[in-house]
């Protein structure tokens, strides 16, 4: 607590000076393992520097692994090597892990419960007992005992689709990507919300395909915008994501899922309706696949709920009909879905280990969103108290290329809303993500940063760095 680095002899910039004297005085002796650094507000003020300087200074001793931050305690000197120390190794920069500062991947919050972990592998290990038979090909679409236990995990959404309808295919992406070949040719219209998903972009970049992003408003896609684009451009589907969207946490009510419903039976548009967020909120609005099966593909990923590692989706079909162009173009760009990860997700949901998950997820992500709330500045951020990430509206004169550039330079990831703007300018905005692997010490350290550096115009928080 009594150290205080000399940093006169540097040129470097301040922040580097403050984690080569960490490093340096470890060599020397001066600091030791287990020695506790100031709070970074005190040593700030103490070398009469800002708080962004002392912060990214931590952050930068943290990636050559001279120390590590504990949760509420401190940051503390790692016991290092003597060889290592001697030999400088340990001042050479290091890819900070990624629980530290990457805030750029919408994932659910890791499970760190004891018990529950231990569930979840016992289900992976009475399913490995199988292990043989798994190894084989499955049938397009999902062995039967797959699909049932669909079907079981897609009534909590009020969905009961015939078998025939239902699809277990090996994640979101390659739903879309055989529904879109199954609906349009190149050249063709798709509509989507302004600020969208950016794998549909990806998508329909690939197939030829026209995306046109429409007017949204606090409730998600205006229908006035949807009806005009309708008549306008005769689209051959709509792509929705209705529940907590990416990136704005939007959820559409039922009334305006109904408003959407009436504009696409009248001309004819189908709906391609991405559930990726569907089964966190206890009490989401019913599915448009409840509201108008006739017209929806509905894709209930399983990458939000439980786990982006098992690559897998369920996917329902408006009708039989509707089922064999999309199989055909499934089974050309990916065959089958995982029997291995199939099989789990199957045990996982008949045994009530996905329920456990999904509650620990719900559990974690409001606490996560209530230091969010804390941390940041109160008025510029639309979330919602499940949802992964949060919707950052960057103040004035901010922008969102300065915001994420200093972000980034600090070893923080946050993703510029240009990667969601389907068409037409981006806004002053950015997602921030609240998942993954991070934890919450290094969440809120990171959070803290990003408030103290909008409560300074850009060029102040750049000087400190």
């Known amino acids: 607590m009594d150290w205080l680095p000399d940093l006169t002899q540097s040129n470097k910039p301040r922040y580097l000076a403050i984690a080569d004297r960490i490093a340096a005085d470890i060599a020397a002796g001066a600091l030791s393992a287990g020695h506790r650094l100031p709070p970074q507000r005190r040593l700030a003020e103490a070398l009469a520097v800002d708080f962004t300087t002392v912060a990214r200074g931590y952050v930068e001793a943290q990636r050559r692994g001279l120390v590590e931050s504990r949760v509420g305690q401190g940051t503390f000197v790692k016991a290092m090597p003597p060889k290592a120390v001697a030999s400088g190794q340990a001042s050479i920069p290091r890819a900070p892990a990624p629980e530290l500062v990457d805030l750029s991947m919408t994932l659910p919050p890791e499970p760190d419960d004891p018990a529950l972990f231990a569930r979840l592998r016992q289900g992976l290990a009475e399913v490995g007992e199988r292990l043989v038979s798994l190894l084989r090909y499955q049938p397009l679409g999902g062995a039967p005992e797959d699909k049932a236990a669909a079907g079981s995990w897609l009534g909590r959404r009020g969905l009961t689709p015939a078998p025939e309808q239902l699809f277990v295919v090996p994640g979101a992406n390659a739903a879309l990507l055989a529904i879109l070949s199954s609906l349009a040719k190149p050249g063709d219209s798709v509509l989507c919300e302004a600020l969208t998903y950016p794998g549909i972009r990806s998508i329909c970049a690939q197939l030829g395909l026209s995306l046109t992003g429409l007017a949204m408003d606090g409730d998600g896609l205006d229908p006035a915008a949807f009806a005009e684009a309708c008549r306008r451009l005769k689209p051959k589907a709509l792509y929705l994501n209705p529940v907590l969207q990416n990136p704005t946490t939007i959820t559409m009510p039922e009334q305006r899922r109904e408003e959407i419903v009436g504009i696409a039976r009248r001309h004819g548009v189908a709906i391609i309706e991405d559930d990726a967020y569907g089964f966190v909120p206890p009490d989401a609005p019913a599915p448009f696949a409840a509201l108008a099966p006739e017209l929806t593909w509905h894709i209930a990923g399983l990458s939000k709920c439980l786990g982006a590692g098992l690559r897998l989706a369920y996917v329902v079909v408006p009708d039989l009909r509707s089922g064999w162009p999309f199989a055909a173009a499934l089974r050309a760009s990916s065959v089958m ?6 099989a789990l997700a199957t045990h996982w949901i008949e045994d009530g280990s996905a329920d456990a998950l999904l509650a620990f997820v719900r559990a974690e992500t409001a606490a996560r969103q209530k230091l969010a709330a804390e941390v940041l500045p109160a008025g510029l951020s639309r979330t919602d108290p499940l949802s992964f990430n949060l919707w950052l ?8 290329a300065a915001f994420v550039g200093q972000m980034q330079a600090t070893g923080i990831g946050i993703v510029a809303s240009d990667a969601f703007a389907a068409k037409g300018p981006a806004p002053e905005a950015a997602r921030i993500c609240l998942g993954g692997p991070i934890g919450r010490k290094a969440l809120g350290d990171a959070l803290a940063f990003m408030a103290h ?10 000087r400190a760095l």
């Open 337 to 342: 879905a995982s029997p291995l990860t199939s």
């Open 393 to 400: 509206e960057l103040p004035p004169p901010w922008t969102r």
């Open 453 to 462: 550096a909008l409560e300074q115009a850009p060029e102040v928080s750049a």
